[in-house]
């Protein structure tokens, strides 16, 4: 049996994205972004209103990281999505993470999350769906194999649990993309 839940803004996983951008200042702002993933070959789309200070950035900029959230940071991954940029701007410095310059765009990266993606603004969309191209990915050697690929387990990556409200983790293997499926004849 199954039971209906109506219209829900459910997919699974949802990734936590924490998009860093610098203020007009220069000084580095980010936020929690649940509603974004892969656009297109080589592009991410972000959806986010007009009233964030990271959308403001983004679009003077033309620049932004995306990092994607892990375990270890669930804290402060959360508090960047709570609280405004327009309201606190030293938000990075309340939650006690730290940013270098993105070596590829002029964007900041936080160096507490392992993984991140250094992007250029492409476009809008009519809808206001935020539309970049990914010029670089980079990732901390702590997150890497012992071939120097990326480890999902290690890097711990956290999902936004729509249903309930929650974090969960990544990262458990449980088969092999693009051959598992030609077992069946």
């Known amino acids: 049996m199954r039971k209906n839940f109506g219209k829900k803004t459910w997919m699974f996983p949802c990734p936590v994205l924490i998009i860093a951008?610098?203020?007009e200042d220069g000084s580095p702002d980010a936020m929690n972004?649940?509603?974004?993933?892969?656009?297109?070959?080589?592009?991410?789309?972000?959806?986010?209103?007009?009233?964030?200070?990271?959308?403001?950035?983004?679009?003077?900029?033309?620049?932004?990281?995306v990092a994607f959230a892990d375990a270890a940071h669930v804290t402060e991954a959360d508090?960047?999505?709570?609280?405004?940029?327009?309201?606190?701007?030293?938000?990075?410095?309340?939650a006690d993470l730290h940013t270098v310059k993105a070596e590829h765009v002029n964007a900041p990266l936080i160096e507490e999350f392992p993984v991140a993606a250094e992007c250029t603004l492409n476009h809008v969309n009519e809808d206001g769906i935020i539309v970049g191209d990914i010029v670089n990915i980079t990732a901390d050697e702590s997150v890497l194999d012992g071939k120097g690929n990326l480890d999902i387990g290690k890097a711990n990556f956290i999902s936004y649990n729509s249903a309930a409200h929650d974090y969960r983790v990544l990262g458990e293997k449980v088969g092999n993309a693009f051959s598992d499926g030609k077992k069946i004849k």
Not at 38 to 49: G, P
Not at 79 to 94: A, E, H, M, Q, T
């Open 79 to 94: 508090y960047v999505g709570i609280v405004s940029g327009n309201d606190v701007p030293d938000k990075l410095n309340r």
């Open 21 to 23: 951008t610098y203020n």
């Open 33 to 65: 972004a649940a509603w974004g993933g892969i656009y297109d070959t080589n592009q991410i789309m972000l959806c986010l209103s007009d009233d964030h200070v990271t959308t403001k950035n983004i679009l003077r900029n033309k620049a932004f990281t």
